[in-house]
């Protein structure tokens, strides 16, 4: 079975400053891991995936991500935060095992101080 | 590319009426569609996939004649609520794939208020 956990349901850093978003994982299988965000109401937008190429991940608005296997983790970055990020952020698994089925985090709420 | 829209993009109705919410792939052709569902302040929970031709597969805790999928075609899926209840109210999120590994891309919801 996958599952997903994000680490903070709120986070609030400074314009300007770096954001992290924590994510770790569970899988039976090799996973593919995705970023999603979803500002308010608007659809999911795809930031980032990772289908085990390489482990460093460049998405959109300059978020990326590493996938760390011995940590099991998939954390969000971004260095310098922008106003518009604010948003509610996904962590996502997929299992790769003949479905698509994706399992989402509980996500990650991100505020963004002037 | 890569959109999908739903429609409507919000829904009012009475207890005991039914509502269909559609799903398009605007500029794909989607193998494969899902539907999620999610409470105010809470996760996406698959509700069900669907594949063009065939039957929705559900997931457990999910009525299946209560929530009634179609997926006619490769850019269409319909969700129908029927007989709709106050507690059906959500957000309907619809997602839709090329198949196989393909990222999801995923519609903008619906808002359901069912009075």
């Known amino acids: 079975a996958q599952s997903v956990t994000q680490l903070d349901s709120h986070v609030s850093v400074s314009e300007g400053t770096p954001v992290l978003l924590r994510c770790n994982y569970s899988s039976s299988y090799s996973p593919s891991l995705f970023w999603y965000v979803q500002h308010p109401n608007k659809g999911l937008q795809l930031l980032l995936k990772?289908?085990?190429?390489?482990?460093l991940v460049k998405g959109i608005n300059g978020f990326e991500a590493e996938f760390k296997k011995s940590e099991t983790s998939f954390h969000l970055t971004k260095p310098s935060a922008h106003m518009s990020d604010a948003a509610e952020y996904f962590c996502?698994?997929?299992?790769?095992?003949?479905?698509?089925?994706?399992?989402f985090g509980t996500g990650t709420r991100l505020t963004i101080i002037p | 590319g890569a959109v999908v829209s739903q429609h409507p993009s919000w829904v009012i109705c009475k207890s005991g009426t039914s509502v269909k919410i559609e799903c398009r792939s605007l500029?794909?052709?989607?193998?494969?569609m899902f539907w999620y569902r999610q409470f105010p302040k809470q996760s996406l929970m698959l509700m069900a996939t669907s594949n063009e031709g065939s039957k929705a597969t559900y997931e457990q805790g999910v009525e299946k004649d209560k929530f009634l999928i179609n997926h006619a075609s490769l850019t269409l899926s319909t969700l129908t609520v029927t007989s709709a209840h106050p507690e059906d109210s959500s957000f309907y999120i619809c997602s839709a794939s090329q198949g196989g590994r393909e990222t999801q891309y995923f519609g903008p919801g619906t808002r359901l208020l069912v009075l």
């Open positions: 500029d794909f052709q989607a193998t494969t």
């Open positions: 990772y289908t085990s190429a390489a482990t």
């Open positions: 996502v698994v997929s299992e790769n095992f003949g479905n698509e089925k994706l399992t």
